[in-house]
């Protein structure tokens, strides 16, 4: 019996994970998100996620200031806390910071109350530690019923997902990434990626290949007649 349990969790653990690399499930939760911007204008903007992390989001910095573009990262509370010095660098180098609530629990279940709590808690600490006031909300894993869209928009905010996945937490070689969303961008796509985390956590990982994808991927949209701005840029430019 216990045989058969452990068998079968880790055949629905398979599943899932399967379910993740080849399907995007943001695609079930769009309506009522902004996710793409409609637009004549050949633009689109680089989202970072579950950061900042001590390591990956300084060279995704690096790596944005060498090509010249800025991008949005959508924060966890619990991180600014943890890393504020990343943080505030983020802020000073011109890149927009989005609410990616307290300490990425996915909301799904949560009651009005705690989402209300979750969201201005975090509202609060990007405020007091980087001096930005953001009006964005990227609910973790992109989980949220109507009802919670509704809410968050009362509260103040657009919620933002993406339109193209780069999938950069299964560890994708850069080339490959690059490749797949160089060959799908459209006018107002949001593009994500994470700088920090991995499959199973948002702390730690390995984001080699998201910080290798940034300056290939600029220099080969650039070249088809791309701008890369912040969320706020594409939205309201």
Known sequence: MIIKLLWLTAAATLLAG???VFFDQAVLT??????RVKTD???????FDDGPSPVWTLKILDELKNAGVKAT???????VQKYPEVARRVAREGHSIGNHGYAHSVILYYTPAEIEEEIKYTEHVIREVTGQTTRMFRPPKAWLRRSTKE???ALGYDIVLWSLNSKDWVSFNHRQMVSYLARRTRNGDILLFHDSGHAFGADGGDRTQTVKAISLLVKTLKEKGFEFVRVEELMHG
């Open 18 to 20: 399967g379910f993740c």
């Open 30 to 35: 769009r309506k009522g998100t902004v996710y």
């Open 41 to 47: 204008k050949k633009r689109a903007a680089l989202t």
């Open 73 to 79: 990262f959508f924060m966890i509370g619990h991180h």
């Open 151 to 153: 809410q968050v928009k």
